[in-house]
């Protein structure tokens, strides 16, 4: 879990408040404005943008067709000027597919966990029947 693994959907679930799918990425580590912590975040994001646009969700999960969809950075640090550069541009491109991003800072104390984890961003796998739970 993390933007270590790209391949990895870190956390899925169908927020029933607002009917809106999300799919989460996790970041323990401070924002230090290397390029290479950057390009992780890149790459976990083109994952999660891939299992969404490709029409890989649509095919695992039919049920959730048509729902607003939120991309989200949770974080535990407040990420720097370049990598808020960086979601401002992904932001603006994925609003053009209806693709929302947040930042969402989590406190340093609470632990990740997520309501539906998966092992891969391309097979959700995560074994809940749905995920909707």
Not at 101 to 120: G, K, N, Q
Request: negative net charge; aromatic residues 6%.
């Amino acid at each position: 879990m993390g933007l270590e693994h790209p391949a990895v959907l870190d956390a899925f679930a169908h927020d029933k408040r607002r009917d809106t799918l999300v799919l989460a990425m996790y970041e323990t580590r401070p924002w230090t404005g290397d390029e290479a912590h950057i390009l992780q975040l890149q790459e976990k994001l083109n994952a999660y943008a891939s299992f969404i646009l490709d029409g890989e969700m649509a095919d695992s999960f039919p049920q959730f067709v048509g729902k607003p969809i939120e991309i989200q950075l949770r974080t535990r640090h407040q990420p720097d000027p370049l990598v808020l550069g960086f979601l401002s541009q992904a932001k603006e491109q994925l609003s053009l597919q209806q693709i929302t991003i947040e930042t969402i800072l989590v406190d340093s104390t609470e632990e990740f966990e997520p309501v539906h984890s998966a092992p891969s961003a391309h097979s959700c796998g995560c074994g809940h029947g749905g995920c909707e739970s």
